[in-house]
């Protein structure tokens, strides 16, 4: 009887205890999470004060919208982009700096600092860098070499928005590579080594096995933030030129805060989580194909 | 002061609003009370004042972070403050950066937290009077005593009637001029434009050719159009309006683009651009006011940010080959219907834009009274311009002007011309394709 009370009080203080979190994501997490869902079904025009109930509509306009085409070809293109260049980066860097050498100390912070730079200011400095007449074109003229206009030209604008964004994370996946990296066995290197595997060989049948399991957070983390992008688009070009660089969330900013469309933009939002969703469980269930763990 | 009678009962589109609004603090509640705010329409004119039961606070949105016109704007309130102690407790003028200012303010409009007064953009006008967020503020002007309505010109009203009704207030009219760097056009042994509007030669041509030969001489750029930066294509038309061209026509129903007037107008610039070097291409800075440019187009407003570094000038808009065309950016001050105290804000829009305080205001902010429009009376606030400058550029300059384009779609209008115009800012763009390109884009939008 004793432990009983015992019991409900520990567990009324533990409820009060959780309560502050599990009402803060209520009300920050589920509720706009409905509530975007609900503002989907309806037509909302800020401006005219309207809101009425749409059913469908919106998820329908979206089948025939060519500018929403074209933003999931922008994101998709951008994600692939991101996905590659960062990841593959990353884990050479790590790879690098998992050397013993001297200075990999400095090596890490340089690389690492960006991550902790404010976004905005980042992409600032790199919009004068990127300019016709801005430092990366004054360097490659020391070179000899005539640089583009990167922010101007439909090609160079999505791979200077992928490069400065690549720039800014790398550090971050680095960094879990490392420690991955520095989880894996020596002594299994050495029997590797011992039974004359290359290093080539070694790095494919010993380390990335090891690492992945990182390999599969760092891939989540980057394609779901590569999804996220916005900050970097709406600084460097303005979905610009033509409409080459507006990604999904840019067009969904467009149609809600430039358009007044806040019913459409909701339903864009909607598709967006789909598609985060639907990703992260595929990464998810085909885990079991190329993530190894250790028994 | 107008006497003032109780409070109406809240309106269904305000409890509409803020139920809308609800659901991102209260979840499941929410949703609830959103069921409930399902109908549609808009607000109505802040109609018969009244008398709240406490003194209320009212705020201002605005674009400006100067200190010194924020201290102006303050010290004009207080006074009403003083003045109406049992409706105002206080005014506060909020600054939201200009670059964002519009999506900022429509976003507050979406979280229920609307400013009762707000700065509003011509290029906007249409669409903020068309869709009833604003009150009609005509009937509290006009019954303010000695507030002189029939004073305001009818030309600065146009933008922000409808039916009868006017639906912000013009606060600011301020004429787009052309600033020169005297030194540096006197370098490169070209004619001063000052004598060429004397002479009547003023012309875009002479503009270019000036622009270009002193951004060769001094390797710094010519002629810079301020704020443009190949994004904000409507600043374009301070210069196309000299070819007597426009993006759409009069009622913003079909696209201009395509007219040989703009398709001239548009080769001129692209020319002026890539060819002759006369402007800035794309990608490069060069802010006239730190030097870096012959000459720019802006507004006179901006003479404020120019020291004793370089000998200057301003003169008016150079002739296009349909004539000179003066042209003015306008920003109106409206009442929000959504806002907490619609008819107590219009009082006090009465009191902020009545003679006295207008004639205070034309420090900054051309009004647009007749009786104000004068160089003795603007240049007793302007040090920096001389009375010549005041009443060639800003008071012949407002007289007849046009304001920058503007539609009931503006928002949708404006990305897709930027998007389609990128085409256009390369060495070897086809004009007339990419002007048939973009009238293709917008013609639906201007059907919206």
Request: charged share 15%; with cysteine; proline share 6%.
């Given at each position: 009887m004793a432990s009983s009370a015992l019991a409900r009080r520990d567990a009324a203080v533990g409820y009060t205890m959780v309560a502050p979190a599990v009402l803060g994501a209520l009300a920050f997490v589920v509720a706009p999470l409905v509530a975007v869902v609900w503002y989907s079904l309806h037509e909302w025009n800020v401006l005219a004060n309207t809101f009425t109930f749409a059913g469908a509509d919106n998820y329908e306009r979206m089948l025939s919208d060519p500018g929403l085409r074209d933003s999931l070809l922008a994101s998709l293109w951008f994600s692939i982009g991101l996905v590659v260049l960062n990841i593959s980066l990353a884990l050479l860097l790590a790879v690098l700096l998992n050397q013993?050498?001297?200075g990999t100390t400095t090596f890490r912070t340089f690389f690492f600092s960006p991550v902790v730079v404010s976004l905005v200011a980042w992409t600032i400095v790199w919009s004068f860098l990127l300019q016709a007449d801005g430092g990366i074109n004054g360097f490659l003229s020391l070179l000899g070499i005539e640089g583009p206009n990167w922010l101007r030209g439909e090609t160079t604008a999505m791979i200077s928005v992928i490069v400065v964004q690549v720039f800014k994370n790398v550090g971050l996946n680095m960094i879990l590579f490392l420690a991955a990296l520095q989880g894996v066995p020596e002594e299994v290197q050495e029997a590797a080594r011992i039974d004359g595997a290359g290093a080539w060989r070694r790095f494919r049948s010993i380390t990335l096995p090891l690492i992945s399991p990182t390999l599969l957070l760092v891939s989540i983390l980057t394609i779901v933030g590569s999804l996220e992008v916005f900050a970097q688009i709406a600084v460097l070009t303005g979905g610009g030129p033509g409409n080459s660089t507006t990604v999904l969330v840019y067009y969904l900013y467009q149609q809600a805060f430039?358009?007044?469309?806040f019913g459409y933009a909701s339903a864009i939002s909607v598709l967006l989580f789909v598609i985060v969703l639907v990703l992260t469980l595929v990464q998810w269930q085909t885990r079991k194909r190329w993530v190894f763990h250790e028994v | 002061m107008t006497p003032l009678t109780p409070r109406r009962a809240p309106r269904p589109a305000r409890i509409r609003h803020r139920l809308v609004s609800a659901p991102l603090a209260a979840g499941g509640v929410a949703l609830a009370l959103v069921l409930t705010a399902c109908s549609g329409g808009g607000d109505d004119v802040a109609g018969e004042p009244s008398t709240p039961s406490e003194p209320v606070e009212l705020r201002m949105t605005v674009w400006t972070a100067d200190e010194t016109q924020l201290a102006q704007f303050q010290e004009i309130a207080d006074a009403y403050v003083a003045d109406n102690p049992d409706l105002v407790s206080g005014v506060t003028f909020e600054t939201i950066p200009f670059e964002d200012y519009t999506t900022s303010l429509t976003t507050q409009l979406a979280g229920g937290n609307a400013p009762d007064l707000a700065w509003i953009l011509e290029s906007y006008a249409p669409e903020f009077v068309a869709s009833g967020?604003?009150?009609?503020?005509a009937p509290k002007l006009q019954e303010a005593?000695?507030?002189?309505?029939?004073?305001?010109l009818d030309s600065s009203l146009a933008l922000w009637e409808k039916d009868g009704g006017?639906?912000?207030?013009?606060f600011s009219n301020s004429p787009f001029a052309m600033f020169v760097n005297t030194d540096q056009v006197a370098a490169a042994g070209q004619p001063n434009p000052a004598d060429l509007v004397a002479s009547g030669d003023w012309t875009y041509d002479q503009a270019r050719d000036i622009s270009a030969a002193a951004a060769a001489t001094s390797g710094k750029q010519g002629l810079v159009v301020r704020d443009?930066?190949?994004?904000?294509?409507?600043?374009?038309s301070t210069v196309w309006d000299g070819w007597d061209?426009?993006?759409?026509?009069e009622d913003g129903?079909?696209?201009?683009?395509?007219d040989p007037e703009m398709v001239d107008a548009l080769t001129w610039i692209h020319d002026a651009t890539f060819?002759?070097?006369a402007m800035p291409g794309p990608g490069t800075t060069a802010d006239f006011f730190a030097g870096d440019a012959a000459m720019t187009i802006t507004?006179?407003?901006?003479?404020?940010?120019?020291?004793?570094s370089f000998a200057w000038d301003v003169v008016p808009l150079p002739a296009g080959p349909a004539g000179q065309q003066n042209v003015i950016g306008q920003a109106g001050i409206g009442v929000f219907a959504?806002?907490?105290h619609p008819d107590v804000a219009a009082d006090f829009l009465a009191w902020f834009t009545n003679p006295e305080n207008a004639e205070t205001l034309a420090a900054y902010f051309p009004p647009p009274r007749e009786s104000l429009l004068n160089a003795e009376t603007l240049g007793a606030a302007n040090p920096k311009l001389s009375e010549t400058q005041l009443q060639a550029v800003v008071v012949d300059g407002i007289q007849g002007a046009v304001t920058k384009p503007s539609h009931q779609n503006f928002a949708k209008l404006q990305d897709t011309v930027r998007a389609q115009l990128d085409a256009l800012w390369?060495?070897?763009?086809?004009v007339e394709g990419v002007l048939a390109d973009t009238c293709a884009a917008i013609q639906p939008l201007l059907g919206d």
């Amino acid at each position: 009887m004793a432990s009983s009370a015992l019991a409900r009080r520990d567990a009324a203080v533990g409820y009060t205890m959780v309560a502050p979190a599990v009402l803060g994501a209520l009300a920050f997490v589920v509720a706009p999470l409905v509530a975007v869902v609900w503002y989907s079904l309806h037509e909302w025009n800020v401006l005219a004060n309207t809101f009425t109930f749409a059913g469908a509509d919106n998820y329908e306009r979206m089948l025939s919208d060519p500018g929403l085409r074209d933003s999931l070809l922008a994101s998709l293109w951008f994600s692939i982009g991101l996905v590659v260049l960062n990841i593959s980066l990353a884990l050479l860097l790590a790879v690098l700096l998992n050397q013993r050498l001297p200075g990999t100390t400095t090596f890490r912070t340089f690389f690492f600092s960006p991550v902790v730079v404010s976004l905005v200011a980042w992409t600032i400095v790199w919009s004068f860098l990127l300019q016709a007449d801005g430092g990366i074109n004054g360097f490659l003229s020391l070179l000899g070499i005539e640089g583009p206009n990167w922010l101007r030209g439909e090609t160079t604008a999505m791979i200077s928005v992928i490069v400065v964004q690549v720039f800014k994370n790398v550090g971050l996946n680095m960094i879990l590579f490392l420690a991955a990296l520095q989880g894996v066995p020596e002594e299994v290197q050495e029997a590797a080594r011992i039974d004359g595997a290359g290093a080539w060989r070694r790095f494919r049948s010993i380390t990335l096995p090891l690492i992945s399991p990182t390999l599969l957070l760092v891939s989540i983390l980057t394609i779901v933030g590569s999804l996220e992008v916005f900050a970097q688009i709406a600084v460097l070009t303005g979905g610009g030129p033509g409409n080459s660089t507006t990604v999904l969330v840019y067009y969904l900013y467009q149609q809600a805060f430039r358009f007044n469309d806040f019913g459409y933009a909701s339903a864009i939002s909607v598709l967006l989580f789909v598609i985060v969703l639907v990703l992260t469980l595929v990464q998810w269930q085909t885990r079991k194909r190329w993530v190894f763990h250790e028994v | 002061m107008t006497p003032l009678t109780p409070r109406r009962a809240p309106r269904p589109a305000r409890i509409r609003h803020r139920l809308v609004s609800a659901p991102l603090a209260a979840g499941g509640v929410a949703l609830a009370l959103v069921l409930t705010a399902c109908s549609g329409g808009g607000d109505d004119v802040a109609g018969e004042p009244s008398t709240p039961s406490e003194p209320v606070e009212l705020r201002m949105t605005v674009w400006t972070a100067d200190e010194t016109q924020l201290a102006q704007f303050q010290e004009i309130a207080d006074a009403y403050v003083a003045d109406n102690p049992d409706l105002v407790s206080g005014v506060t003028f909020e600054t939201i950066p200009f670059e964002d200012y519009t999506t900022s303010l429509t976003t507050q409009l979406a979280g229920g937290n609307a400013p009762d007064l707000a700065w509003i953009l011509e290029s906007y006008a249409p669409e903020f009077v068309a869709s009833g967020a604003l009150v009609d503020v005509a009937p509290k002007l006009q019954e303010a005593e000695g507030y002189e309505y029939d004073d305001l010109l009818d030309s600065s009203l146009a933008l922000w009637e409808k039916d009868g009704g006017l639906y912000a207030y013009p606060f600011s009219n301020s004429p787009f001029a052309m600033f020169v760097n005297t030194d540096q056009v006197a370098a490169a042994g070209q004619p001063n434009p000052a004598d060429l509007v004397a002479s009547g030669d003023w012309t875009y041509d002479q503009a270019r050719d000036i622009s270009a030969a002193a951004a060769a001489t001094s390797g710094k750029q010519g002629l810079v159009v301020r704020d443009f930066d190949f994004k904000v294509w409507e600043n374009l038309s301070t210069v196309w309006d000299g070819w007597d061209a426009a993006p759409w026509n009069e009622d913003g129903t079909q696209c201009t683009f395509t007219d040989p007037e703009m398709v001239d107008a548009l080769t001129w610039i692209h020319d002026a651009t890539f060819v002759d070097k006369a402007m800035p291409g794309p990608g490069t800075t060069a802010d006239f006011f730190a030097g870096d440019a012959a000459m720019t187009i802006t507004q006179i407003s901006r003479a404020s940010a120019l020291d004793d570094s370089f000998a200057w000038d301003v003169v008016p808009l150079p002739a296009g080959p349909a004539g000179q065309q003066n042209v003015i950016g306008q920003a109106g001050i409206g009442v929000f219907a959504a806002g907490e105290h619609p008819d107590v804000a219009a009082d006090f829009l009465a009191w902020f834009t009545n003679p006295e305080n207008a004639e205070t205001l034309a420090a900054y902010f051309p009004p647009p009274r007749e009786s104000l429009l004068n160089a003795e009376t603007l240049g007793a606030a302007n040090p920096k311009l001389s009375e010549t400058q005041l009443q060639a550029v800003v008071v012949d300059g407002i007289q007849g002007a046009v304001t920058k384009p503007s539609h009931q779609n503006f928002a949708k209008l404006q990305d897709t011309v930027r998007a389609q115009l990128d085409a256009l800012w390369t060495a070897d763009a086809d004009v007339e394709g990419v002007l048939a390109d973009t009238c293709a884009a917008i013609q639906p939008l201007l059907g919206d």
